[in-house]
């Protein structure tokens, strides 16, 4: 598919879909003969990863780390037990820190919605004209 429709897709921009393939986070899997560039399902999947980590924080880099991580478990390699094992703690360690990172978000917003019933709350007490 072309980049318009994985923008629709992953509701990203052109522009970030294009950022991401310079830093080399998703490159397209191919080229059209127009020079277009060409993505398919798994490049897609690869940018919803992306488009999961922005929000809490990730840096590219380590999007950058999870997803080689992701690629050499997924490549079908035999993989040494050790390195397997080293792959799979690495991920672990991203699973804990989004969780320590949706653990953040939901303090943060407890506090927000509580500022929002305060505000509410004053404006009912507070008479029109």
Do not use: C, N, W
Request: hydrophobic share 40%; net charge negative.
């Amino acid at each position: 598919m072309q980049i318009g429709e994985v923008a629709a897709r992953t509701e990203l921009s052109l522009r970030t879909i294009r950022h991401y393939e310079e830093t080399g986070l998703v490159i397209p899997s191919a080229r059209s003969q127009g020079g277009f560039r060409l993505y398919t399902e798994a490049d897609v999947a690869r940018l919803m990863v992306i488009r999961r980590m922005k929000p809490l924080g990730f840096t590219l880099d380590e999007m950058r780390d999870l997803l080689d991580a992701t690629d050499l478990l997924d490549s079908g390699e035999q993989l040494p037990p050790a390195d397997r094992d080293e792959l799979l703690a690495r991920i672990r360690g991203f699973e804990q820190a989004a969780q320590r990172r949706v653990d953040d978000l939901r303090v943060q917003l407890a506090a927000a919605e509580e500022f929002a019933a305060t505000l509410a709350e004053r404006l009912t007490r507070t008479p029109t004209p």
